[in-house]
């Protein structure tokens, strides 16, 4: 879906700004597959997490730990 922005369903966060413990940084590997207003990622470490569109949204959200 072009122009659509996404956000996690659940925040992926250590509470300091990183990612939880067991993925990548700042990469990890894997495969999204978008249908809809939904994008479901997944890769080989059995990491799988939903994203929900941004209604409306013109541009990615700018967050700062």
Same mark, same amino acid.
Request: glycine share 14%; proline share 9%.
């Given at each position: 879906?072009?122009?659509?922005?996404?956000?996690?369903?659940?925040?992926? &966060?250590?509470?300091? +700004?990183?990612?939880? %413990? +067991?993925? $990548?940084?700042?990469?990890? &590997?894997?495969?999204? @597959?978008? #249908? $809809?207003?939904?994008?479901?990622?997944?890769? &080989?470490?059995?990491? @799988?997490?939903?994203?929900?569109?941004? %209604?409306?949204?013109? +541009?990615?959200?700018? @967050?700062? #730990?």
């Amino acid at each position: 879906m072009e122009d659509t922005f996404f956000v996690a369903e659940t925040p992926l &966060d250590d509470g300091q +700004g990183n990612p939880p %413990p +067991g993925w $990548g940084n700042p990469y990890q &590997d894997g495969a999204v @597959i978008v #249908s $809809g207003t939904k994008a479901v990622f997944r890769d &080989d470490n059995g990491h @799988i997490v939903t994203f929900l569109a941004r %209604p409306g949204a013109t +541009g990615f959200l700018n @967050i700062c #730990s």
